[in-house]
């Protein structure tokens, strides 16, 4: 079984975010990747430049036009470049635990079946020194089914697919933002076989930046496309899609330490310390600078 990773890098990217990113995936791992391919979206300057070109395992894929390719075009053709079984999605300014591609290679050995698989996540302040709690998803197809019509049943930054199931589906849908909800829905209206560990997958950069990007217009913008699309695909039903607009809407839009509050007391479970395995990615960054 080969297992390969996808990305893209564009101008807004942290240089520092995504050399810890790629060192922990492409370097840190138990199990190596096999193949590694990502997109540059058009000019990206001279920091991510360095960057990009320290890591020459990656087969790096250059798009000028980046204002009209965008995130989930990128990663269609990265995927589609890719010479692999099973695909990551790996986000560029996340850690991720030394055993993730080993626990997501034996995943997919232990289930033939298996078309889509992710675990859980543990969110950080983004310099990893407050940890917010876990991103709690289900495991089992059948919970991860009722749970789709709340939210994502699965942490975008931690799934892997076939990339044979990936490409007969289509790949990401055309949205600026929550490409990953269209994929997974895609993936369960099909009725393919999916699941989620109850291991943490990856360790998220969170806390009110991330939340002050899901309160732009940009974002609210593209969730209420990927809200209709999930919609026309038959996720939901027409009653579910309107209580998403209107409750998402609204909490967007709301101040930031409102939304911020609301999103870390209903949104996760309470966390505590600094766990081992991420401690020791910490101090392998630390030594490194």
Known sequence: MRIGGVFSVYKGDNPTFLREALDSILINQTRPLDECVAVIEGEIGKELSEVCDSFSKVKWLHVKESNVFGLPNALNQAVESI??????????????PSDRIESTESAFKN???????GGQAQEF???????????????????????????????????AFKKSAFISLGGFPQVEANEDYCLVGLFLVNGLDVSNSSNVYVFMRGGKDLVSRRSSSRYRRGELQALNYLRQIGLFNYGQFIYHVVAKQIVRRLPLKWNSY???????????????????ILQKIENEN
């Open 111 to 117: 289930q033939e079946s298996l078309d889509l698989h």
């Open 83 to 96: 010479n692999t079984d099973i695909v990551l999605k790996i986000d560029t300014d996340d850690l991720y």
């Open 262 to 280: 609301i999103y870390s007391n209903f949104r996760r479970n309470k966390g505590q310390g600094i766990p081992g395995n991420l401690q020791t």
């Open 125 to 159: 302040s983004i310099d990893f020194k407050k940890n917010f709690g876990l991103r709690s998803v289900p495991l089992k197809k059948s919970e991860i089914l009722s749970f789709s019509a709340s939210r994502n049943p699965f942490n975008g930054p931690s799934i």
